[in-house]
């Protein structure tokens, strides 16, 4: 039976990237040796990180002022590096809380220096994103969380800031367009739109770096790796390798702009029967309904069905639909990779529950 | 043709590891999804794990004070990791350097606390692996590395130390038996005897961790991975599947002292013919010769040999075996994995240049 992966991530990727990734597990164009095999200094791997950063720098419109990094240690390495590197002791950055990751990535800088936490959205549930607050300018960063995984929320627009914004964008990059100007820094773990679990792209603004005054480690400071063009140490190859893939995947498939549309037409499929199925309610506001993760719960009246939909989801294929456990009922998670068919196919899953049980 | 991967890191794995990742690419265990698309939270990912954990334990023989976990960043993030968990301000720790790792251990280590540098084989351009020194009893810990990959020396014989040992095993682990209550803290990137790169495997005893007076934040903290099972946030899940399939490999081969027995007949072959045939001179000295990384020079008379041995190796299918640039000549990195065949193959070709050239 075909599965319709709509896990939170790691996440689905393109079927072709998945059968050329297969092949080079075994041989890599020809070589007679496995992608998993080769050294890290090999003119093969050479040319894959080459051109996997050359991707990303097409893909997302990165000039010159930026660098493009593939690191390891997830996200959640970045909620610390992000603050050793940029937060010295005694300054102040700017953070949004809106949601449990952006929460996580406060926690974090919150043993660096000031956090002018600026507005959450916590007291809602993370139901929205909140707007209309004032950046300081004399902070030395604003920190966002561009789409959360969890609360199904995503920043719609990006805000204007007097400070350079550092923004985890794990869950929506490539997704839609980037104003690269607006960015200090991009960090994103790869295992949802980008490629498998294990590398994590950083897109940071050059002259922000080495300007710390505290002591930073080799491995936790950006410098290392520009001047090293992320090949300090052993860098994770298959990871950076399915990526590099996966982003050949997305511009050959129209870039940015086509993956835009095709999220919003997935966006649009399940949200207009989330409205419109009396069984089923969104959890978030409209205007700030994320076009990754749809989070939904059955209506009032109808919560004992959860159990038989969830199986009819599963008995169709559909797979990872779940809630998270903060918020409960159903998420889909509908990232580049995913075709509107299955999309489609969870709609009819929830117009048959209708049919059968409305 | 056959390639026969003599490569430094990353480096061979055994062909079946390759063919059965090679499936789980495009099907997990007849799930219908990709090992690359499945969450970490699954019980698929989850049962991987564990049995990663409990192969390692089994391997190494590891008690309950000793806590195994799959961290990502490569060993150069524990140089750093190992004294911001265990070294506090005013603190010593004792550290010998035995060539490259070593050195870069140490340049870290020195901005957290007070290094004590007992020992150091750098006059001698680390041709050998010091021996006599005093360790102190006072020091938070001992550092080495057991094997140098560059130097190709290696620690026949682990210090008897009054303090616990922290140990870089990247590139011996699993090569030989480990007597577990010597050490505090082990720690290996992956991309050798263990698997892919993408991963780093920590073994700590449970009772040093969180026990460091300054701040350190979640993702370098130990005591996070052990309280989350290795899975605070997404874990490689590719790099470490395939450890745990080439755990099952050792395994299923004989387990550690079947690894030790194959490396002592790749090692004893290689050397046998460096000292025997005289167109060839290792470059350390015998008693503290690597088993995994056999290092050698063209001898006096014979230097202007090199491009061509270079390219009959290469005619043979011999992949790798150029030497380090701080070393020269040749470098053969036998891990498990390599089959004792190929190292006839090498043996077979150095001869033939000694019939054509000597």
Redesign the interface.
């Known amino acids: 039976?075909?599965?319709h992966?709509f896990?939170?991530?790691?996440?689905?990727?393109p079927q072709e990237v998945?059968?050329e990734?297969?092949?080079a597990?075994?041989d890599l164009n020809g070589?007679?040796?496995?992608i998993?095999?080769?050294?890290?200094r090999?003119k093969a791997f050479v040319d894959i990180l080459d051109e996997a950063v050359s991707l990303v720098g097409e893909l997302l419109k990165i000039g010159s002022e930026h660098k493009v990094l593939f690191l390891?240690?997830?996200?959640?390495?970045q909620?610390?590096m992000v603050p050793?590197n940029f937060l010295n002791e005694g300054a102040s950055a700017s953070y949004v809380d809106t949601g449990t990751w952006s929460a996580k990535a406060i926690?974090?800088a919150r043993?660096f220096g000031n956090i002018n936490l600026l507005a959450s959205s916590k007291e809602d549930q993370y139901r929205h994103i909140p707007k209309g607050y004032d950046i300081p300018s004399g902070d030395a960063y604003l920190h966002i969380t561009t789409n959360n995984t969890v609360y199904g929320t995503q920043f719609r627009e990006i805000p204007s800031s007097p400070i350079p914004i550092v923004a985890d964008m794990s869950s929506d990059i490539f997704s839609r367009p980037v104003d690269i100007n607006k960015y200090g820094l991009i960090y994103a773990?790869a295992?949802k739109n980008m490629?498998?679990?294990?590398?994590t792209l950083v897109v940071v603004r050059e002259d922000m770096v080495g300007k710390a005054e505290r002591?930073v480690?080799?491995?936790?400071n950006y410098k290392t790796h520009i001047a090293k063009n992320s090949s300090?140490?052993?860098?994770?190859?298959?990871?950076i390798y399915?990526s590099m893939l996966n982003l050949r995947w997305v511009r050959k498939n129209g870039g940015i702009e086509a993956m835009e549309k095709r999220s919003m037409e997935r966006a649009k499929l399940i949200y207009d029967e989330v409205d419109r199925n009396p069984l089923f309610t969104g959890t978030t506001q409209k205007e700030d309904r994320s076009r990754m993760n749809a989070t939904f719960l059955l209506a009032d009246g109808y919560r004992n069905l959860e159990e038989e939909f969830l199986k009819q989801c599963k008995e169709a294929?559909i797979?990872?639909i779940k809630g998270h456990r903060s918020v409960g009922g159903f998420r889909a998670s509908m990232y580049n990779a995913l075709k509107l068919e299955s999309v489609q196919l969870l709609v009819d899953v929830m117009r048959d529950l209708e049919r059968r049980k409305g």
């Open positions: 039976m075909k599965i992966n896990s939170a991530g790691p996440s689905i990727l998945f059968d990734a297969s092949v597990v075994k070589s007679g040796l496995s998993l095999e080769i050294s890290h090999s390891s240690g997830g996200a959640s390495t909620f610390a050793l926690k974090e043993a773990g295992q490629g498998p679990a294990g590398t002591h480690p080799s491995m936790w300090f140490n052993t860098p994770p190859v298959f990871p399915v294929g797979s990872g």
